[in-house]
């Protein structure tokens, strides 16, 4: 890390006046406090993080340095390398800032395989733990457990599940699974007897029924297994029940069967719970559901089949909550692998933690539908932000977890009525649909970054960064942070939308700067006010109109001058 990076990590901790999720800060004048061990495992199981000691966040995040950096930052490095296992190796540099020295650590994540690092004192169970919001939690003995099963790849979907055989199947669904096969994969199953081809998909091992050949081809797994179930509540109020009828929900149903039941059951259920609503949509509007079928269908499915089937997991059902203004859906088991929340979605980015079940939905129909329960090429993220994004819908919320992975719907349209009008009324021209995306859902109350207006509008990171930096220079958006802290906020004039005339041309202010004098860029912003970003644009568009003219070279040179224009001068006499 770079001084100038620390300086946004401290500007955007004072801002927040707390810690987060991916920086810890401890006063520690004289020794480490015993709490770093906690933060150092907790970085190396989430996503990495930054330490800073010589921070007092009792006191705003003020700066009072560390006594003998020297020696804090050789006792920090001894503890990551000695007292953790496995041993982690941080980047430890002693930075001056604002005239004390501060101690400060990047913490490496651990590749999954490695997971979980724990506090050797404290023992396995008791000494790990995961970075949760801007604090530090102890891993329960499930996640730890969890952890450790996703080192490799877990394989309780192909256990036998004891004392029941293919009585348990269905056969209508066996028929056509084993008919499917024959068909598609002749190489593999044609020809072979019908309990043949489900010993080789591994529906059957010996004469007992996998785990995962009953969840996906059995009569009634719920038998068996009574919790590996879906259910769905409908509450009344954003908070749930509603306190002041009484009422506690509006609909509660468990969904039992194989999984293909499951599945075409929680749409019906859904269905029937969703209201429709009217979308903007160029000159016209659309009549929509709630939310699109598509993106819900692979919400369960994916909940349904990349869940954790561990013993210690199958008390636990997936969950489906509908809220006025939201729709969960939530399964025990967090991502697997080497994905992230950041790139779900990412093309060519895939894990699958219960690879049997998988491969046995490729083949086994959703009752009803001649389509079956997944296609199994890691598309099914992408189809959910693809059809969010067709129904111009506000884009999917990801929460991953140890112990659980969670996916998000608001209920609310980027376009509805309200949102068309404000961005009517802030008079800008030329903006993309996906820049109207970005405004739409910073207006709603989203937070707007870069990763987000990927998803809202499907575009690569770097076209995003510039269209994000376009808004910047327009004066519609401020960006808060740098690095991977950037975010993006509508500014107050764009917010309101009411004094949009004023804001949108600064012609006037620019060349009253330039008055008489030559000035660079730093020298007029200081006159103006105007952000780096947003005097570079309104520069280049008096340039284009010939009122300002460059002295230098190079437009990127910092110490380039500009001069008002001979046409500036004749315009401005002119009565």
């Not at 008096?542 to 009122?547: F, K, M, P, T, Y």
Request: hydrophobic letters at 40%; glycine letters at 10%; proline letters at 6%.
């Amino acid at each position: 890390m770079i001084d100038e990076e620390l300086a946004e990590v401290v500007a955007n901790l004072r801002r927040l006046g707390a810690d987060d999720v991916d920086v810890e800060a401890k006063r520690a004048s004289i020794k480490l406090p015993k709490t770093v061990r906690e933060t150092v495992s907790a970085f190396a199981n989430t996503r990495g993080g930054v330490l800073v000691l010589g921070l007092d966040e009792a006191a705003g995040f003020a700066a009072v340095g560390v006594g003998d950096a020297a020696k804090l930052s050789a006792d920090l490095g001894s503890m990551c390398g000695e007292e953790l296992e496995p041993p982690i190796r941080p980047v430890i540099r002693v930075h001056r800032f604002e005239g004390v020295d501060l101690v400060v650590a990047e913490v490496p994540a651990l590749e999954p395989d490695r997971r979980p690092c724990f506090y050797k004192g404290a023992g396995l169970t008791q000494g790990s733990y995961v970075r949760v919001s801007d604090g530090d939690r102890r891993l329960t003995s499930y996640e730890v457990q969890l952890m450790l099963s996703n080192r490799g790849q877990p394989r309780f979907d192909e256990e036998p599940v004891p004392d029941v055989g293919l009585e348990a199947l269905d056969a209508g669904m066996v028929a056509g699974f084993a008919a499917r096969l024959r068909e598609r994969r002749p190489h593999a199953f044609a020809g072979l007897a019908t309990e043949d081809v489900l010993r080789r998909a591994k529906v059957l091992t010996g004469d007992q029924v996998t785990l995962g050949g009953l969840m996906a081809l059995g009569a009634y797994p719920q038998e068996h297994f009574p919790q590996l179930l879906l259910t769905f509540i409908h509450y009344p109020t954003p908070e749930g029940a509603d306190l002041a009828t009484g009422e506690r929900f509006l609909d509660n149903v468990p969904i039992e069967g194989p999984i293909p039941v499951m599945v075409a059951d929680a749409l019906a259920v859904l269905r029937r719970n969703m209201s429709r609503r009217a979308t903007v949509r160029g000159a016209g509007r659309l009549d929509t559901w709630e939310y699109p079928e598509a993106a819900l269908r692979e919400a369960i499915v994916n909940a349904v089949a990349h869940r954790d089937y561990s013993p210690a997991a199958r008390g636990t059902q997936v969950q489906i909550e509908m809220y006025p203004d939201r729709l969960l859906v939530r399964n025990p088991g967090g991502l697997f692998g080497p994905v992230t929340e950041d790139d779900l979605g990412e093309e060519g980015i895939s894990s699958t933690r219960n690879a049997t079940l998988l491969r046995l939905l490729e083949d086994v129909a959703i009752p009803g539908t001649g389509r079956t329960v997944c296609e199994n090429r890691g598309s099914g993220i992408r189809t959910m932000i693809n059809a969010l994004r067709h129904a111009s819908l506000s884009p999917p919320r990801f929460a991953d977890r140890v112990s659980f992975f969670q996916v998000t719907f608001p209920n609310h349209a980027l376009f509805g009525p309200e949102i068309v009008d404000w961005i009517r009324r802030l008079g800008e021209r030329g903006l993309t649909d996906s820049q109207c995306q970005g405004l739409a859902m910073a207006k709603n109350g989203e937070v707007l970054d870069n990763k987000a207006y990927r998803s809202a509008s499907g575009l690569d990171s770097r076209r995003a960064t510039a269209e994000l930096g376009e808004l910047v220079a327009r004066g519609l958006l401020t960006q808060i942070g740098g690095s991977r802290w950037t975010r993006y906020e509508l500014t107050p004039d764009a917010a309101s939308a009411a004094s949009a005339p004023a804001r949108a041309d600064r012609r006037a202010e620019v060349l009253a700067a330039l008055a008489d004098k030559e000035l660079n860029r730093a020298e007029i912003a200081s006159v103006t006010g105007l952000a780096d970003k947003a005097l570079a644009r309104w520069l280049r568009i008096l340039r284009q109109e010939g009122l300002v003219e460059l002295i230098g070279e190079s437009v990127r040179s910092p110490n380039v001058r500009y001069r008002r224009t001979g046409q500036a001068l004749l315009d401005e006499a002119r009565p």
